[in-house]
């Protein structure tokens, strides 16, 4: 698999791999490339794959994680560094102190600081986006880049994320399909090994992720907007 290292230095879209291949590799393998093909700087996590539905269709009872880095976190969105960009409305959260592995969802909701709007610019370096559940790991779970929102929530923003390119909306999803934050960062502190006071993480999307194109994207919640340029 360092064949997706040098597509994502490459930049190249003609050059994106076919997905669906048996690659002789588990879950936990696919995370140790993931670990190894993304290097830096660890500032949190994303979550993807966290409706009952996304997971039935790659056949797994869990959510999946990716790694987010400095240089990940973006003020405007530019087309060109990217293979074929997809965006998806989300919740981002900001850690006010460690987690522990082993953590309870009370103890793990407690240590929430605020939460923010966000969006993920997946990225994946699979044609199409079809890939197997190793593929999507081993490519930090589709991650290119994320917008975290400037208004902190000191809760878990209620009803719906409604997200426009150019005013036309693209996606809209309840954010009580994001499941429960405490239960999710219970998880996510087991799989990594804890987490640490002033990470990030984005809870993943309630909506299905849209081809991205030029223009001002606006994400609305609870009267509330998130807007990034996208060029």
Partial sequence: MRLLEA???????????KGGQDWGLGVEEAYSIQETLFPGPLIGFKLG???????RQM?????????????????EVASSHFLQPRVEPEVALVLKE???SGSS?????????????????????WEDYRF?????????ASG??????LKPYGHLPRGSLRLYLNGERIAEGSVEALGDPGERLSWLAEKVGGLKAGQVVFLGSPAQAVPLSEGVLELWSEGEVLLTRVT
């Fill in 105 to 125: 969802p009370g103890m793990a909701y407690r240590a929430i600081g605020y939460f923010f709007l966000g969006l993920d610019i997946l990225d994946s370096v």
């Fill in 144 to 149: 290119g880049g994320f917008i975290l929102g």
């Fill in 7 to 17: 597509i994502r230095e490459a930049r190249r879209a003609f050059i994106l791999l």
């Fill in 132 to 140: 197997t559940l190793v593929e999507v790991v081993a490519d930090n």
């Fill in 98 to 100: 460690d987690i522990l």
């Fill in 59 to 75: 056949g797994i009872y869990e959510p999946i994680f990716g790694r987010v880095y400095p240089r990940m976190l973006l003020k």
């Fill in 49 to 55: 794959l966290v409706s009952v539905e996304k997971q």
